[in-house]
Antibody
Framework: QVHLEQSGAEVKKPGASVKVSCKAS????????ISWVRQAPGQGLEWVGW????????DYAQKFRDRVIMTTDTSTNTAYMELRTLKSDDTALYYC?????????WGQGTLVTVSS | EIVMTQSPATLSVSPGERATLSCRAS??????LAWYQQRPGQAPRLLIY???TRATGIPARFSGSGSGTEFTLTISSLQSEDFAVYYC???????????FGQGTKLEIK
């Protein structure tokens, strides 16, 4: 069945970068997009961006456009999200999700903590 | 940007009763709407897509309706496991600019 396995928790200092991975299995990798969604502690869901593993096309939410880079590795069915110039309010759970319109499968989430 | 507004923020309902959650879009999104359930400590789970189609494995007590700007998620007879937070999401310009509502917390009355 479809499974998305994310990398482990990260602790970073303000101004640093973080790179989170999401390894997919159980489906044809290039047939679906991968979206990234974050959730700050006690808050709602916020869409960060999307990548098409077939051609590498990306789209990022306006507020992250100058700080985020999404990539994929087709040889390992893995998507990556790199967020740069971290601030304390980037502390959140970051989820990847299989996307075709709706998000029908989700990873377990990766906690990124930004603290000095 | 399309803004999604959910109401109410919190809904208190007794087990066995019906719950009705609302979601409004700031402009027409046709039927390009999904609903998700998130239990504490878990990732969100897709319940409904295309406004009214149940996702695989979702019980029939969950139903979605609406189109354009007004949408509803109905849970016909609440079970204990249904008390959670529910989010709507639009994907009208997929794959561009998805947006979520702020969520409705469904709690036990």
């Amino acid at each position: 069945q479809v499974h998305l396995e994310q990398s482990g928790a990260e602790v970073k200092k303000p101004g640093a970068s973080v790179k989170v991975s999401c390894k997919a299995s159980g489906y044809t990798w290039t047939s679906y997009g991968i979206s990234w969604v974050r959730q700050a502690p006690g808050q709602g869901l916020e869409w960060v961006g999307w990548i098409n593993p077939y051609n590498g096309l990306t789209d990022y939410a306006q507020k992250f456009r100058d700080r985020v880079i999404m990539t994929t590795d087709t040889s390992t069915n893995t998507a990556y999200m790199e967020l740069r110039t971290l601030k304390s309010d980037d502390t959140a759970l970051y989820y990847c999700a299989r996307a075709r319109g709706e998000f029908d499968s989700w990873g377990q989430g990766t906690l990124v903590t930004v603290s000095s | 940007e399309i803004v999604m507004t959910q109401s109410p923020a919190t809904l208190s309902v007794s087990p066995g009763e019906r719950a009705t959650l609302s979601c409004r879009a700031s402009q027409s999104i046709s039927s390009n709407l999904a609903w998700y359930q998130q239990r504490p400590g878990q990732a969100p789970r897709l319940l409904i897509y295309d406004a009214s189609t149940r996702a695989t494995g979702i019980p029939a007590r969950f139903s979605g309706s609406g189109s354009g700007t007004e949408f509803t998620l109905t849970i016909s007879s609440l079970q204990s496991e249904d008390f959670a937070v529910y989010y709507c999401q639009q994907y009208n310009n997929w794959p561009l600019a998805y947006t979520f509502g702020q969520g409705t917390k469904l709690e036990i009355k």
